[in-house]
């Protein structure tokens, strides 16, 4: 039977760096389930909210600022000359927060991507942005046998939405017994 993530960890309503990079190191919510990537993947400096009834559909809830600093290591191997933020980071943020949601909300298992229905973007995140801030919804959770979240989320860069995703799936696999 795999760990229960609340035999390990208590639910808060918002998470530090700290706390982000100790998940990043495994085991914070129990042997086998949830974590978020290492630096330079982890793609947020904090978690602001987060709620099992919150967001658009009522289903839950969850978002994650990130702050912009010039160097960060991405402007450097992105179009050189034309420094921007890869989407694709964007859209990875926004999976690692519905993994890390999956497990806070008490399932077992690691999360893995699976897949998004619809990505639009509208602008970009340079080095001159400020701030990025990651709002995810829940769409829809299925729990059981296949633990599976379903999630719409955007992208916000200094308060003007830059990327929006629809259907965004992330499984949560377990450990073989």
């Not at 602001?48 to 960060?72: A, N, Q």
Request: with cysteine; glycine share 14%.
């Amino acid at each position: 039977m795999p760990n229960n993530p609340h035999d390990f960890h208590t639910p808060q309503p918002s998470y530090t760096r700290d706390e982000l990079l100790r998940s990043s190191e495994g085991g914070y919510f129990g042997p086998g389930n949830a974590q978020l990537p290492a630096p330079p993947m982890l793609m947020m400096d904090r978690i602001t909210e987060i709620s099992l009834d919150g967001g658009t559909y009522g289903k839950g809830h969850i978002v994650g600022e990130l702050d912009i600093v010039p160097g960060h290591w991405f402007f450097d191997c992105h179009y050189r000359g034309d420094a921007m933020m890869p989407g694709s980071l964007g859209l990875d943020a926004m999976w690692q927060m519905i993994g890390y949601w999956l497990g806070w909300s008490g399932s077992p298992g690691k999360g893995r991507a699976i897949g998004v229905g619809e990505v639009e973007v509208t602008g970009a995140i340079t080095p001159q942005t400020r701030s990025v801030r990651y709002e995810v919804a829940m769409r829809m959770v299925r729990r059981g046998k296949l633990v599976l979240g379903i999630a719409d989320g955007r992208v916000v860069a200094d308060g003007v939405s830059v990327f929006v995703a629809k259907d965004m799936r992330v499984g949560l696999t377990k450990a073989a017994d």
